[in-house]
């Protein structure tokens, strides 16, 4: 049946997400802001996801600013944010009453419309969420988190799809994190839910895979109502389908976008121009399709994140046994689907089992939680075995996560005014998402990253030679891979006193990864035992513990608080 197919833009936001960790500057957004909102597009995927992350702790910029600037420029199209259940815009759980502030918080800044999704498909971390997105009077779209598993099928997706309605839902996006859902899938699906519910389907994948686009347009042929795209310089790859290709596919026959190609076209030149300015963030596996992904199944955001994670741990070369090791994570944790958090708890636990040498021998505190079912109910039982390594004795629990959270609002309004922080609303809600950051964004403290400029073009006939920064270096019969980078000239200074000597001394203990320390657990004099956690860190947007390995005394601490710290610095001398 003939009908006109909307289209979600994502190039503010799941584009650059997906292609270069969500770095894009709210600066180049503004100047096209009016031709978007000129073209008709049903709605502007815009902010949350991991944009609110990333502007406090990379760009040193206040979400809620790009927020009414974004909706001020846009005042007849709907933005549109991405709501991770119950966790927000973080990556964990958070008390019913500071979900229910930031929601609202959320449309009083400008937000049209909520696309709520739990990474678990567990309908009771949508409940609150979904009530209190209602009570704004704003647009409330429910998730589908497309997978695929032993234990995921299209019967099971349109139950959960039924729930979703029942919680008074505007519309239903089937959500394809990864790029998995085949043309056959996708038709099979809609149609199935179509043939339940009477509201808009909107269809959410990525070129990870390359079916992508033979996917959408099986979807609408359903009877799918919307399709998610990315303007094509930021399109293609682990994004979205490209938006004037897809247009013009539908032109003139009976799903015609009524979007304006020759306007696509300027918005196009204007995103090309954006995208020189992020080449450096942008590896060429993203931009490539690869259909491996149907065998590990890592989202177009987790492939750059797991792309820039393993960079900052100068572990690139193990990026191909990462992704091997994913998929054998995924299936002993119970096949959740691949989407942010239980992405990054997947993710970062292959990432220690591959780095540190031994599967399990280092677990984050956010495996532990889903494994305890503090991230909901996991899609099929986690493996015995791994769940007595992870948890030992404790037992997982039962009920809705969030029931175990008290109110925490008013205190932590009140940790904001101790530390000297603004009482204004927003940063007081800044704060209650990530207290570990917020503190040093609020206070200016963050400096915004420097992107690395362009690589040069070519003059005509001309070759361009970079200087290599990588070598494979010989010694003695012995071959290593050494990584040069500039510095400066001269010779380097003696450490000053009371810095870290250059050489680990008896007792040493160094950071098994680069991050940030949350907490430094232990002070010098102090007599620890084997197996006490020393020192917190932060990596890869987990926390990870470090561990006394002997019995002894504290005799020295060399970081603190809020450093970063690269892998293998000297934190602390046990003896």
Not at 488 to 503: H, I, T
């Amino acid at each position: 049946m003939a009908h006109k197919v909307g289209i979600t833009e994502t190039v503010l936001r799941d584009a650059h997400q997906s292609l270069a960790a969500t770095r894009m500057r709210t600066a180049d957004m503004l100047p096209i802001l009016d031709k978007l909102d000129s073209l008709g597009f049903y709605s502007l995927d815009a902010w949350g996801g991991a944009t609110f992350d990333t502007m406090i702790r990379y760009l040193n910029e206040d979400p809620w600013e790009r927020l009414r600037q974004l909706k001020k420029g846009l005042p007849n199209t709907m933005v549109q944010m991405l709501l991770r259940g119950q966790n927000l815009v973080g990556y964990r759980n958070y008390p019913d009453d500071v979900a229910e502030a930031f929601i609202k918080l959320t449309a009083k800044n400008g937000l049209d419309l909520f696309r709520v999704f739990d990474a678990l498909n567990d309908i009771r971390n949508l409940e609150v969420p979904l009530a209190a997105a209602k009570a704004t009077g704003k647009h409330v779209q429910g998730c589908i988190c497309y997978t695929t598993s032993p234990v995921h099928t299209n019967e099971k997706f349109v139950e959960f799809t039924m729930e979703l309605v029942e919680r008074g839902c505007d519309s239903i996006c089937i959500k394809d994190m990864a790029g998995l859902i085949s043309p056959r899938e996708c038709y099979d699906l809609v149609k199935a839910i179509k043939a339940k519910v009477k509201l808009p389907v909107i269809i959410h994948s990525h070129c990870t895979s390359g079916m992508a686009p033979l996917a959408y347009y099986a979807g609408v042929e359903a009877g799918a109502d919307v399709l998610d795209t990315a303007i094509s310089p930021w399109g293609w790859g682990t994004s979205q389908p490209p938006t004037e290709p897809m247009v013009a596919s539908f032109k003139g026959g009976n799903y015609d976008t009524g979007l304006d190609l020759s306007n696509l076209v300027d918005v196009g030149y204007y995103f090309l121009g954006i995208r020189q300015k992020y080449d450096s963030l942008i590896s060429p596996v993203m931009e490539k399709p690869d259909v491996s992904v149907l065998l590990h199944q890592v989202p177009g955001g987790m492939l750059s994140n797991l792309h820039s994670q393993l960079k900052e741990q100068n572990a690139l070369d193990r990026y191909q046994e990462v992704l091997a090791e994913v998929p054998l994570v995924r299936k002993e944790l119970g096949y959740p689907p691949l989407v942010t958090p239980s992405s990054q708890v997947v993710g970062t636990q292959a990432i220690f089992n591959v780095l540190m040498g031994k599967r399990y021998g280092r677990v984050s505190q956010e495996v532990k939680d889903y494994c305890l079912g503090l991230y909901g109910r996991p899609p099929a039982p986690i493996d015995k075995e791994i769940l007595k390594l992870v948890i030992g004795k404790e037992q997982p629990i039962s009920v809705r996560p969030a029931d175990l959270l008290a109110p925490a609002l008013e205190k932590l309004r009140q940790e904001a005014d101790e530390i000297g922080l603004s009482d204004r609303d927003e940063d007081v809600m800044t704060y209650a998402l990530f207290p570990n950051i917020a503190p040093r964004f609020l206070k200016g403290e963050i400096k915004a990253e420097t992107l690395a400029p362009p690589k040069p073009e070519a003059a005509a006939g001309a070759v361009v030679r970079e200087v290599p920064n990588e070598f494979e270096v010989t010694v003695d019969g012995e071959e290593f891979h050494v990584t040069v980078n500039a510095m400066g000239l001269g010779v380097a200074p003696e450490p000053k006193e009371g810095a870290r000597p250059r050489e680990v001394p008896a007792g040493g203990i160094v950071a098994p990864l680069q991050g940030l320390v949350l907490d430094v657990k232990v002070k010098e004099g102090d007599k620890v035992k084997k197996g006490d956690v020393l020192v917190v860190l932060e990596a890869m947007k987990m926390q990870t513990e470090v561990h006394a390995d002997t019995d002894g005394k504290v005799v020295k601490l060399y970081t603190f608080k809020s450093e970063t710290v690269a892998n293998g610095d000297l934190l602390l001398v046990v003896e």
